[in-house]
């Protein structure tokens, strides 16, 4: 079993950086698979960038050169750096982990880029 609790969202005005945090309550093995997930109201749950067990990240398109995912097995926490935030960026982030098939979920924290 493994909690998450995500940190670090926020107001923030467009070209604006948040960085958001997730800590693991137990460890993060080698073999899990990480990832953000964004939602708006109304529309399903979006993946937002995945960190395979082998290393290889994946990124939304249209978040690719403006964040960056990374994970810090030492400290069991995974971080998101998001800069040059957008309008549509706007949503509940979630931080997710795949541990053989078993799917667990943080609570998620608000961000929200207006001006």
């Known amino acids: 079993q493994v909690q998450l609790v995500e940190s670090g969202g926020g107001l923030v005005q467009p070209g604006g950086s948040l960085r958001l945090s997730c800590a693991a309550s137990?460890?993060?093995?080698?073999?899990?698979?990480m990832a953000w997930y964004r939602q708006v109201p109304g529309k399903q749950r979006e993946l937002v960038t995945r960190?395979?067990?082998?290393?290889?990240?994946n990124y939304l398109e249209s978040v690719k050169g403006r964040f960056t995912s990374s994970r810090d097995a030492a400290k069991n926490t995974i971080s998101l750096q998001m800069n040059n935030l957008k309008p549509e960026d706007t949503g509940v982030y979630y931080c997710?982990?795949?541990?053989?098939?078993?799917?667990?979920w943080g609570q998620g924290t608000q961000v929200t880029v207006s001006s």
């Open positions: 137990g460890t993060i093995f080698g073999s899990d698979v």
């Open positions: 960190i395979t067990n082998g290393g290889i990240t």
């Open positions: 997710n982990i795949n541990r053989m098939g078993n799917q667990y």
